[in-house]
Nanobody, 121 residues
Framework: QVQLVESGGGLVQAGGSLRLSCTASGTIFSIDVMGWFRQAPGKQRELVATITSDLRTNYVDSMKGRFTISRDNAKNTIYLQMSTLKPEDTAVYYC???????????????WGQGTQVTVSS
């Protein structure tokens, strides 16, 4: 089994900052892409940012400059530093990862349980 556990969500005022963390654990041989998605009430889940094992990053345009994704491969952990937060950033933020559980298996997708981020105006 593979588990992704997020932390760092909470309530923050508009203009503030939060740092989310996500750690993968369990039977892990290799991790490829990791990333963050978010889902606001009544909306579909959307991509925030991704990062590969060699630290190449990809961001949704609307979040470039405000959000920074980073990764610590030794700890199987990714981070999302969010700054200049807006009320429209309010959502449940989900961690995503593509994990191979052995040298002979392919990569499978895993999701965390999500962490709530609420930005008040």
């Amino acid at each position: 089994q593979v588990q992704l556990v997020e932390s760092g969500g909470g309530l923050v005022q508009a203009g503030g900052s939060l740092r989310l963390s996500c750690t993968a654990s369990g039977t892990i041989f290799s991790i490829d892409v990791m990333g963050w998605f978010r889902q606001a009430p009544g909306k579909q889940r959307e991509l925030v940012a991704t990062i590969t094992s060699d630290l190449r990053t990809n961001y949704v345009d609307s979040m470039k400059g405000r959000f920074t994704i980073s990764r610590d491969n030794a700890k199987n952990t990714i981070y999302l530093q969010m700054s200049t937060l807006k009320p429209e950033d309010t959502a449940v933020y989900y961690c995503y990862s593509q994990v191979a559980r052995s040298s002979s298996s392919g990569y499978a997708s895993y999701w965390g349980q999500g962490t709530q981020v609420t930005v008040s105006s």
